[in-house]
């Protein structure tokens, strides 16, 4: 499974990005899907994630802000972004994998990944 990452750009704190993570074969719907980010200088770190059976987990920084979604039809994960903070400014990664809701926040866990996509939001 081949994954691309899109939707990032600049935006202004308080604004809203939707993220999209595109699967290059239906298989992808057996599969769970996640988003990771990276800031300059710090480790990769878990955002949100949903199981194939639709469960969910969020990093306790965006619950509420953050909303994981998918769309099976169109092989595609969605991460909507509201209320943006300056310290949500990352790279943004995509993965996939047979995940379960106690390993949806270890990179580990996911088979295949996308390039990233860069998410800037300013002050």
């Known amino acids: 499974v081949q994954l691309q990452a899109s939707g990032g750009g600049l935006v202004q704190a308080g604004g809203s990005l939707r993220l999209s993570c595109t699967a290059s074969?239906?298989?992808?719907?057996?599969?769970?899907g996640g988003w990771f980010r990276q800031a300059n200088g710090k480790e990769r770190e878990f955002v949100a994630a949903l199981t194939r059976g639709g469960s969910t987990g969020y990093a306790d920084s965006v619950k509420g802000r953050f909303t994981i979604s998918r769309d099976n039809a169109k092989n595609t994960v969605y991460l909507q972004m509201n209320s943006l903070k300056p310290e949500d400014s990352a790279v943004y990664y995509c993965?996939?994998?047979?995940?379960?809701?106690?390993?949806?926040?270890?990179?580990?866990?996911?088979?295949?990944w996308g390039q990233g996509t860069q998410v800037t939001v300013s002050s």
């Open positions: 993965g996939a994998g047979r995940i379960i809701s106690s390993s949806v926040r270890s990179e580990a866990s996911y088979a295949y």
């Open positions: 074969d239906r298989t992808f719907s057996q599969h769970g």
